[in-house]
């Protein structure tokens, strides 16, 4: 097992959160997606630089605005796939936020198991919004003071 995902198990552990290991093979399917649907195809590494119709915000804490935005849902967070491939599913957003501030710092992705939105948290800060997360990020009013 990886070394960032015995980090995240271990942060789960210390949140109390219930997470469910994603197989290799599931978080391979989810690129794809990701890439067919939010990419135009596009291979690029890092992922994030790959993304399409997005906007984003930079602060010193904007890795918890995607729990925010995640709220009730359930949800699979991943590492960048040119790092490793690996990925656990989350119950909620709290459960996200928990893990993401008790694990070390790296870059992330959200999504779904349909990837219906895609949340991105790069090397330089920045949280990316795609699909229906870009929505969510409108309503909530996130861009109001850029």
């Not at 630089?49 to 010193?60: D, M, P, V, Y």
């Not at 690996?86 to 909620?92: E, I, K, L």
């Not at 710092?105 to 990316?128: K, M, Q, R, S």
Request: aromatic letters at 10%; glycine letters at 6%.
């Amino acid at each position: 097992m990886s070394e960032l995902l015995e980090a995240l198990k271990a942060a789960a552990s210390r949140c109390e959160s219930l997470v469910q290991v994603v197989p290799e093979s599931a978080v391979s399917v989810l690129i794809a997606a990701i890439r067919e649907r939010y990419c135009g195809g596009s291979s690029r590494a890092p992922l994030w630089e790959a993304l399409q119709n997005t906007r984003s915000i930079h602060n010193t804490d904007c890795w918890r605005l995607a729990g925010e935005l995640i709220a009730g849902r359930p949800a699979i967070l991943f590492a960048d796939p040119s790092q490793e491939r690996c990925g656990v599913a989350v119950r909620s957003g709290d459960d996200l936020t928990c893990i993401l501030r008790e694990s070390f710092g790296f870059e992330f992705y959200v999504t779904n198991e349909t990837t219906d939105f895609c949340i991105a948290y790069n090397d330089h800060g920045h949280l990316i919004f795609a699909a229906e997360a870009l929505k969510w990020a409108f309503e909530s009013r996130l861009f109001d003071d850029i």
